[in-house]
């Protein structure tokens, strides 16, 4: 890879800028794609972005930023999207900082000022090389500052108009994923790619690059789009109270996963919504968040039912002289388990009067583990 550094006046910079959100970000007399697909959303806070601002206002070495050179005189930024929108946002007045206690945007500054923030001076290396040469110094100069998520990789490997679509739906603040409700279920930042992943792992069983890879060059990702729509109707219907104290149990769930593999199911809801009130009362349920899969899947495991302490167990073997009730032979306390004589889901409660130390063989045995 050819790499040249260059000085690119805050002047170049901003000629042509133009923010059309998903459609793009372009400067430097629109030569430059300040926002390809590989790169992230713009994720800097208010403090972050004037003080990219303030630096270059002082006059102070800004770091350097990196555009790739393409065939057309044209350029792709690799690294600086960041302090490039902060700089072409303050200088369209989109915002304003302090200076010397008044709030300040472009426009209230004096001209000389004005002038010496189009003089400034940045620093940019220029590289030329092949596809492959610029992904993997892309993910180089990444590793310093915010380390970029497996799925912004993924997105610098897979770029095309499937890619595009898909964030239109996934990667925005705001995004259509996660508006009407969805946000209460699921875990993650549309604008680090990551509701984008949930998404991916769903559709494709974990197998997300396998199925980028099958997509890449699709012109748009309206399969993904319904999928997602699909699970979260199916998950409304199955589960329709979704108030805020519900949203608590139900959010980060693998919705889609469960949909995957039970939507063919037949679930009555009012009885699902019995049963749930039901089990977030039973005090013997030590996980409220398993009750969904639970119900799903009848796996009890997910529950983390209560289970008895180290005191109880110690009165019991003593009860039984160390004897198996099972198989009538004498063990260490070390070499028994407790057991419920009336099991849980028959209404038995974890409590002395309802425990057998059993061997491990026949413990093992009689619950068919």
Same mark, same amino acid.
């Given at each position: 890879?050819?790499?040249?550094?260059?000085?690119?006046?805050?002047?170049? #910079?901003?000629?042509?800028?133009?923010?059309?959100?998903?459609?793009?970000?372009?400067?430097?007399?629109?030569? #430059?794609?300040?926002?390809?697909?590989?790169?992230?959303?713009?994720?800097?806070?208010?403090?972050?972005?004037?003080?990219?601002?303030?630096?270059?206002?002082?006059?102070?070495?800004?770091?350097?930023?990196?555009?790739?050179?393409?065939?057309?005189?044209?350029?792709?930024?690799?690294?600086?999207?960041?302090?490039?929108?902060?700089?072409?946002?303050?200088?369209?007045?989109?915002?304003?900082?302090?200076?010397?206690?008044?709030?300040?945007?472009?426009?209230?500054?004096?001209?000389?000022?004005?002038?010496?923030?189009?003089?400034?001076?940045?620093?940019?290396?220029?590289?030329?090389?092949?596809?492959?040469?610029?992904?993997?110094?892309?993910?180089?100069?990444?590793?310093?500052?915010?380390?970029?998520?497996?799925?912004?990789?993924?997105?610098?490997?897979?770029?095309?108009?499937?890619?595009?679509?898909?964030?239109?739906?996934?990667?925005?603040?705001?995004?259509?994923?996660?508006?009407?409700?969805?946000?209460?279920?699921?875990?993650?930042?549309?604008?680090?790619?990551?509701?984008?992943?949930?998404?991916? &792992?769903?559709?494709?069983?974990?197998?997300?690059?396998?199925?980028?890879?099958?997509?890449?060059?699709?012109?748009?990702?309206?399969?993904?789009?319904?999928?997602?729509?699909?699970?979260?109707?199916?998950?409304?219907?199955?589960?329709?109270?979704?108030?805020?104290?519900?949203?608590?149990?139900?959010?980060?769930?693998?919705?889609?996963?469960?949909?995957?593999?039970?939507? &063919?199911?037949?679930?009555?809801?009012?009885?699902?919504?019995?049963?749930?009130?039901?089990?977030?009362?039973? @005090?013997?349920? @030590?996980?409220?968040?398993?009750?969904?899969?639970?119900?799903?899947?009848?796996?009890?495991?997910?529950?983390?039912?209560?289970?008895?302490?180290?005191?109880?167990?110690?009165?019991?073997?003593?009860?039984?002289?160390?004897?198996?009730?099972?198989?009538?032979?004498?063990? $260490?306390?070390?070499?028994?388990?407790?057991?419920?004589?009336?099991?849980?889901?028959?209404?038995?409660?974890?409590?002395?009067?309802?425990?057998?130390?059993?061997?491990?063989? $026949?413990?093992?045995?009689?619950?068919?583990?």
């Amino acid at each position: 890879m050819k790499i040249a550094l260059h000085s690119i006046k805050v002047a170049e #910079l901003i000629a042509g800028f133009e923010d059309k959100a998903e459609e793009g970000v372009r400067g430097y007399g629109g030569r #430059l794609n300040i926002r390809p697909p590989y790169q992230r959303e713009f994720i800097y806070g208010e403090k972050q972005r004037n003080e990219v601002i303030n630096t270059v206002r002082k006059n102070f070495p800004l770091n350097t930023m990196y555009w790739v050179k393409l065939g057309d005189d044209s350029f792709e930024l690799m690294d600086g999207q960041q302090r490039t929108i902060s700089i072409c946002q303050y200088v369209q007045n989109d915002f304003s900082i302090e200076i010397d206690g008044t709030p300040k945007n472009f426009g209230n500054l004096t001209e000389n000022k004005r002038q010496e923030i189009l003089n400034y001076e940045l620093s940019v290396y220029m590289c030329e090389g092949t596809e492959d040469e610029k992904l993997d110094w892309f993910k180089i100069i990444n590793i310093a500052g915010k380390p970029l998520t497996d799925q912004e990789l993924r997105n610098a490997i897979f770029t095309g108009p499937w890619l595009a679509n898909a964030k239109r739906w996934f990667s925005k603040t705001g995004a259509p994923a996660v508006q009407e409700g969805r946000d209460k279920l699921v875990n993650g930042s549309p604008i680090r790619q990551e509701v984008l992943e949930t998404a991916l &792992d769903w559709i494709s069983g974990g197998k997300i690059e396998n199925y980028m890879s099958a997509h890449q060059h699709d012109k748009d990702a309206q399969e993904l789009w319904q999928y997602w729509q699909s699970v979260f109707d199916w998950v409304k219907r199955v589960f329709p109270k979704q108030d805020s104290a519900r949203a608590k149990l139900m959010k980060g769930m693998p919705w889609g996963s469960f949909y995957n593999k039970h939507k &063919d199911g037949k679930f009555n809801a009012a009885d699902l919504e019995n049963r749930i009130i039901e089990l977030i009362d039973d @005090d013997e349920v @030590d996980s409220k968040k398993g009750i969904y899969e639970y119900l799903l899947t009848g796996n009890t495991r997910t529950l983390s039912l209560r289970v008895f302490d180290e005191k109880m167990k110690q009165k019991v073997y003593a009860k039984q002289k160390g004897n198996c009730p099972i198989c009538t032979k004498h063990y $260490d306390l070390h070499e028994m388990e407790a057991d419920h004589i009336v099991p849980w889901s028959a209404g038995g409660k974890t409590t002395e009067e309802n425990c057998q130390l059993l061997c491990k063989l $026949d413990n093992r045995t009689k619950s068919g583990k």
